[in-house]
């Protein structure tokens, strides 16, 4: 079976599996070498370690069940962490308030406070000078290469 395939099958039983729980959601579903898979969820509210685990060893039982009779697969389910990009609009919405930085199609980068985000774009608010002075981005999706949640300490 192709890994697209592969990938389809295993979004199909992944959102099958979160049907249940409408505050989880499914961000992407990666195969690598060696048939190591890595499914990536997150929730409106975050998602737990306990969680994640109850999810692996559900999906597990029906990827080896249906894919890899063998066992000739890893499985790993996690959130997908900072170094990830946000890939969901729903993504966009639970990180309203945190810093951001934005990698545009043209290469430029913008970076700032997430304050909004409408169907079309997001709002990002920068503070720049010696006079902390506020300025205001509004950032069409159509035109965001990547856009990763920055850490502050």
Do not use: W
């Amino acid at each position: 079976m192709q890994n697209e395939a592969q990938i389809h099958l295993i979004l199909q039983l992944t959102e099958a599996l979160l049907e249940g729980d409408k505050d989880l959601f499914l961000i992407e579903v990666k195969i690598a070498l060696g048939n190591h898979i890595k499914v990536f969820l997150d929730g409106d509210s975050g998602i737990t370690i306990e969680k994640c685990v109850s999810l692996n060893r559900a999906l597990y039982k029906q990827i080896e069940e249906k894919l890899y009779p063998n066992g000739e697969f890893s499985l790993e389910v996690s959130s997908p962490g900072l170094d990830e990009p946000l890939k969901l609009h729903r993504q966009y919405l639970k990180n309203v308030g945190r810093k951001v930085e934005v990698v545009l199609t043209d290469g430029t980068r913008a970076e700032g406070k997430l304050v909004a985000v409408s169907a079309q774009n997001i709002d990002l608010e920068e503070v720049k000078g010696k006079k902390n002075e506020v300025i205001r981005h509004s950032v069409l999706f159509q035109n965001i290469k990547t856009t990763k949640i920055q850490v502050v300490f």
